[in-house]
């Protein structure tokens, strides 16, 4: 188990722990390997839905930046995607998101 701190992909046996507690924790729900779809699948539960929300702040914010700077946005959309889901994350729960070997 290793903390994620820096963009990059993950391997074939790597998989991210959600910070949220899920009602069977050792389950495949808490693990996963797309933040967008596991968020949107739980955004019914209050704490995913208020990652999606920041995520959506701090997306916003990072183009909007890249933009001013004039950086082409559309080569960087998920680099940009990826950095503000863990920054949205970390906001909310204080902590990094763990990624997990299989």
């Not at 074939?12 to 996963?32: G, N, T």
């Not at 995520?55 to 998920?78: F, T």
Request: aromatic content about 10%.
């Amino acid at each position: 188990m290793s903390k994620f701190g820096e963009l990059k992909k993950l391997k074939k046996d790597e998989v991210y722990k959600c910070p949220f507690p899920h009602s069977h924790p050792r389950h495949k729900q808490a693990f996963f390997k797309s933040f967008a779809k596991h968020f949107r699948i739980f955004s019914n539960r209050d704490d995913h839905f208020t990652i999606i929300q920041l995520h959506e702040e701090i997306i916003w914010n990072l183009k909007r930046s890249a933009a001013e700077k004039g950086e082409n946005i559309d080569d960087n959309i998920n680099k940009i995607s990826h950095k503000a889901w863990l920054e949205a994350i970390k906001k909310n729960t204080g902590r990094s998101i763990k990624v997990i070997k299989k």
